[in-house]
């Protein structure tokens, strides 16, 4: 069975650097698109960008730039680095896995962006 | 970008009842590559529908998908108390991807 674990601060202060990690357990790691996105408190879901395993990167305009993937497959890991924080960014994020849609999802893990 | 518009966004109904959830695409979804999930409080979405009308692994026959080009459709044909969740469509067929701002399907 697939599963995710995102890692990384809780809190980040405004205009600093986000960075988290996504650790994958189980399957193939260089067939599929890894995936991050993330989801404000009370709101919806919004698709960051994902990235595959020969490092080919699609990311969200919405991200104006800010945002970095980076992939290490000896580790079996992807990183979201978003740069110029904002409490706008405030969210939980999420890792995925994305093949026919998204179908396997880690649990997420809440940043705050907050002096 | 594809905006994908969601309908109603809260839908109230009780257990045994059919629900028809809607998402209204901006443009023409490319290649069926459309997809429904599920999401309680508290926890990741759940992957439902891929495919427009393919059900994930161990999603029950109550949940179908159907639609095509901008118009797309989640049915569960009884719901079980289990349902009552908020429902998110997302389209993965051209960049950037985008999911619609949910249905609420509540009690």
């Known amino acids: 069975q697939v599963q995710l674990q995102e890692s990384g601060p809780g809190l980040v202060k405004p205009s600093e650097t986000l960075s988290l990690t996504c650790t994958v357990s189980?399957?193939?790691?260089?067939?599929?698109?890894w995936t991050w996105i993330r989801q404000p408190p009370g709101q919806g879901l919004e698709w960051l960008g994902d990235i595959k395993s020969s490092g080919n990167t699609n990311y969200n305009p919405s991200l104006k730039s800010r945002g970095t993937f980076s992939i290490d497959t000896s580790r079996n890991q992807f990183s979201l680095s978003l740069r110029s924080v904002t409490a706008a960014d405030t969210a939980v994020y999420y890792c995925a896995r994305r093949w026919s849609g998204v179908d396997f999802w880690g649990r997420g893990t809440l940043v705050t962006v907050s002096s | 970008e594809i905006v994908l518009t969601q309908s109603p966004g809260t839908l109230s109904l009780s257990p045994g009842e059919r629900a028809t959830l809607s998402c209204r695409a901006s443009q023409s979804v490319y290649s069926n590559y459309f997809a429904w999930y599920q999401q309680k409080p508290g926890q990741a979405p759940r992957p439902l529908m891929y495919g427009i009308s393919n059900r994930a692994t161990g999603i029950p026959d109550r949940f179908s998908g159907s639609g095509s080009g901008t118009d797309f459709t989640l049915t569960i044909s009884r719901l079980e108390p289990e349902d009552f969740a908020v429902y998110y469509c997302q389209h993965y067929g051209s960049l950037p991807f985008t999911f619609g701002q949910g249905t609420r399907l509540e009690i």
């Open positions: 189980g399957g193939s790691f260089s067939v599929y698109y």
